[in-house]
């Protein structure tokens, strides 16, 4: 078992939703920062979103008001709530720490069908 499991990826048509959820280990979840990540092919990746240790969220400009991070302290775990789902969402999600670790989890893919 990894630091970081990422799970809760599929396919999904435009307009739908999935929820994403990172568990991650104790010791990465105490950092300040938890973020989500996404890489597309032939892209770089690239910050969906972040939450400071007590709840404070940054989006990017493209998923703003359409995903919400959140975290559940109980639980070690972040989730991504994603609606309204586009083609150009489809990439690989990754969760880490805000900045990131020089490690990475498995990921999960993300495929939206238009």
């Known amino acids: 078992q990894g630091e970081l499991v990422e799970s809760g990826g599929g396919l999904v048509q435009t307009g739908g939703s999935l929820r994403l959820s990172c568990v991650a280990s104790?010791?990465?979840?105490?950092?300040?920062?938890m973020a989500w990540y996404r890489q597309a092919p032939g892209k770089q990746r690239e910050l969906v979103a972040r939450i400071g240790r007590y709840g404070t969220t940054t989006y990017a400009d493209s998923v703003e008001d359409r995903f919400t991070i959140s975290r559940d302290s109980t639980k070690n775990t972040v989730y991504l709530q994603m609606n309204s789902l586009k083609a150009e969402d489809t990439a690989v999600y990754y969760c880490n720490t805000y900045p990131t670790l020089p490690y990475w989890g498995q990921g999960t893919q993300v495929t939206v069908s238009s």
């Open positions: 104790k010791r990465i979840y105490s950092y300040n920062g």
